[in-house]
């Protein structure tokens, strides 16, 4: 490490000190409002901001002050050897729940390979095995007695789910599966924990009975042994460097013949008999889509995780530039070269820069906080949360790819509004640059997560036109306005109240919400139309979709920013406290209006 002479906080600069210390203080002393309060609305309530500190207070009093410094294999080990001294009190006591994880992500000061192990490979357990298989892998999976992987993608395909080319076979005779990646293709590839670290891993394969395939499915392979050495038919490592996560060992693997016990096959709502014969449980019958679950819920924490991270770089970039001073007050007067300089602050583009992440961040947090809420409905299995099932697949899907690609370009611009500085890893933001960045592609690519949001967008809109109204609390109500319409070229008609529009109107959050609706109607009738255009002349039903691609990609980013708005306004309906009330609906506004300007 860099050795600096100890420097001593102070509002009067020295040689030790850059007289800075009471910025910080008198800026937060502005306040118009109560922190703890907006804290409370940001976590959920009271009793959500104690669950809160609770995760993250075990974390606290590290010190990491060299990690800028280490190398590839020290953040690995250091990554392992925090998190089990972070957790081992509580093995045996606690169970986390799917918010408590995205909390874990938001504060880790330390991430890495064995967020995969609470991220996504309990998580599958929880909801994708039977009681049976609970009682077999839960407890050692919470005392990390295996530690595990999540082993879905691979060299070949990472959204295209259904196209894996893993395959399980079951062999009648010894009650077993028997996997294989046959192709180079199929070989794992990306899973993190898989390189060094976990000893099982949760497999998705097509299987494979009597030589029928009936589709992905998941199972539990132990890959390594008491000494932590491959078993036999395994082939796995760490790909190497990466741009970031350097703690996180992403890793392949290949298997040949790799031989599994049948009750190894993840249970909860299908299984396969001694004798070789598929069944299916009720709920899987409704919905086909359940063995995605992890993957939808990791999208939804990632949904909230994007606000975490964002936060975390304009925390940074606002604390700099209310400290930092460049450019002097008075340009006209030429005086001392030590006359009074501006805060970087008050330039109104640097405010406006980081004002408009702020404003993101809390669209990202309120945004993730609805889709906790769907996710543990969801955990109810009940007919009415397994219709749903579809709907939150298309939302978490589009929300996923764009929050996560809006955070990274945010945290990036705001690493920018830190100058050189902001180059410096330890400065803290380079880092969170770096480290964040991975997201943006992770749990399926941006582009293809966005078509299919647009699939269901095109869906909605042509149930409307045939007089089938949608939920007026639905994420796509206002395409209700469409009802019954079938040929549309006017859309004028639809358009929110102009006669009287203001600048004031724009801070007015009903009509801003109702220029968005708008904007998002537009956009997917747009849509629609150029797809139908294009399926009257290209030869397949793919060949058009494919045309009509730039239109529906823009309109699930005029959708989402619309959706994002309404759960920003939703949540300031809820406020209580006007002082609160008030800052959060200029920060919504904000919102809005940088999406006019900047979209």
């Known amino acids: 490490m860099l050795k600096f002479e100890h420097t001593n906080p102070s509002d009067k600069e020295s040689y030790t000190s850059g007289g800075t210390s009471h910025i910080l203080p008198a800026?937060?002393?502005?306040?118009?409002?109560?922190?703890?309060?907006?804290?409370?609305?940001?976590?959920?309530?009271?009793?959500?901001?104690?669950?809160?500190?609770?995760?993250?207070?075990?974390?606290?009093?590290?010190?990491?002050?060299?990690?800028?410094?280490?190398?590839?294999?020290?953040?690995?080990e250091k990554h392992v050897q925090h998190f089990i001294g972070v957790h081992e009190d509580f093995w045996d006591t606690y169970i986390p729940s799917r918010e408590d994880v995205v909390w874990m992500m938001e504060y880790s000061a330390m991430s890495g390979a064995l967020m995969n192990h609470y991220g996504l490979f309990l998580p599958t357990i929880l909801s994708q095995a039977s009681d049976e298989q609970k009682g077999m892998w839960l407890f050692p999976t919470l005392q990390m007695k295996m530690v595990g992987c999540y082993a879905q993608?691979?060299?070949?395909?990472?959204?295209?789910?259904?196209?894996?080319?893993?395959?399980?076979?079951?062999?009648?005779?010894?009650?077993?599966?028997?996997?294989?990646?046959?192709?180079?293709?199929?070989?794992?590839?990306?899973?993190?924990?898989?390189?060094?670290?976990?000893?099982?891993?949760?497999?998705?394969?097509?299987?494979i009975l009597d030589n029928k395939e009936y589709g992905v499915h998941a199972f539990m392979v132990q890959i390594r042994d008491e000494n932590h050495k491959l078993y036999e038919g395994i082939e796995a490592g760490d790909l190497g460097p990466k741009l970031g996560d350097h703690a996180n060992d992403t890793g392949y693997m290949r298997l040949k013949n790799v031989r599994i016990p049948r009750e190894f096959m993840f249970s909860k709502y299908q299984e396969v008999s001694e004798d070789g014969k598929y069944n299916k449980s009720e709920a899987k019958e409704k919905n086909n889509k359940l063995h995605y679950m992890t993957m939808m819920s990791a999208r939804g924490g990632m949904i909230k995780g994007a606000g975490g991270y964002l936060a975390k770089a304009v925390t940074i970039a606002t604390r700099y530039s209310c400290v930092r001073?460049?450019?002097?007050?008075?340009?006209?007067?030429?005086?001392?070269?030590?006359?009074?300089?501006?805060?970087?602050?008050?330039?109104?583009?640097?405010?406006?820069?980081?004002?408009?992440?702020?404003?993101?961040?809390?669209?990202?947090?309120?945004?993730?906080?609805?889709?906790?809420?769907?996710?543990?409905?969801?955990?109810?299995?009940?007919?009415?949360?397994?219709?749903?099932?579809?709907?939150?697949?298309?939302?978490?899907?589009?929300?996923?790819?764009?929050?996560?690609?809006?955070?990274?370009?945010?945290?990036?611009?705001?690493?920018?509004?830190?100058?050189?500085?902001?180059?410096?890893?330890?400065?803290?933001?380079?880092?969170?640059?770096?480290?964040?960045?991975?997201?943006?592609?992770?749990?399926?690519?941006?582009?293809?997560?966005?078509?299919?949001?647009?699939?269901?967008?095109?869906?909605?809109?042509?149930s409307v036109k045939k007089g089938e109204l949608l939920p007026e609390s639905g994420p796509v109500s206002y395409l209700n306005a469409m009802a019954g319409k079938t040929h549309v070229t006017d859309f004028s008609q639809f358009a929110p109240r102009s006669e009287n529009t203001t600048r004031d109107s724009f801070s007015d959050?009903?009509?801003?919400?109702?220029?968005?609706?708008?904007?998002?109607?537009?956009?997917?009738?747009?849509?629609?139309?150029?797809?139908?255009?294009?399926?009257?002349?290209?030869?397949?039903?793919?060949?058009?979709?494919?045309?009509?691609?730039l239109f529906l990609i823009n309109c699930v980013k005029a959708h989402c920013f619309t959706f994002m708005l309404n759960n920003f306004i939703s949540e300031i309906e809820r406020v209580e406290d006007k002082a609160i009330k008030q800052v959060l609906s200029q920060l919504c506004a904000l919102y809005a209006c940088s999406n006019i300007v900047d979209e």
């Open 27 to 76: 800026e937060r002393a502005k306040a118009t409002f109560e922190v703890e309060k907006l804290v409370n609305i940001l976590d959920g309530g009271v009793d959500k901001t104690k669950r809160k500190r609770f995760i993250i207070s075990p974390g606290e009093g590290f010190d990491l002050t060299d990690k800028y410094f280490w190398n590839r294999q020290e953040m690995l």
């Open 325 to 462: 001073q460049q450019g002097y007050v008075d340009t006209k007067t030429i005086g001392p070269y030590q006359s009074a300089e501006m805060p970087i602050i008050d330039y109104q583009v640097q405010r406006y820069r980081i004002f408009k992440q702020i404003a993101m961040t809390y669209a990202f947090k309120f945004t993730g906080t609805w889709m906790t809420v769907r996710f543990t409905e969801l955990d109810q299995m009940d007919e009415a949360s397994l219709n749903a099932i579809p709907e939150i697949a298309a939302t978490s899907a589009g929300l996923k790819a764009l929050c996560t690609l809006w955070a990274w370009s945010g945290i990036e611009d705001c690493r920018k509004c830190c100058g050189g500085n902001g180059y410096l890893m330890a400065g803290g933001i380079a880092h969170v640059a770096a480290d964040y960045v991975w997201q943006s592609t992770a749990e399926g690519d941006a582009v293809i997560l966005m078509l299919q949001t647009a699939r269901s967008l095109l869906k909605s809109l042509e």
């Open 153 to 207: 993608t691979e060299l070949g395909h990472g959204s295209n789910v259904r196209g894996l080319q893993t395959i399980a076979e079951y062999d009648v005779k010894t009650k077993e599966f028997i996997l294989n990646t046959p192709t180079l293709r199929s070989m794992k590839w990306w899973p993190g924990a898989l390189g060094k670290v976990a000893t099982h891993a949760i497999v998705y394969a097509q299987l």
């Open 509 to 549: 959050l009903l009509y801003l919400r109702e220029l968005f609706h708008y904007n998002s109607l537009v956009s997917v009738a747009t849509a629609a139309a150029e797809f139908e255009r294009n399926t009257k002349r290209c030869s397949t039903y793919d060949a058009a979709w494919n045309e009509s691609a």
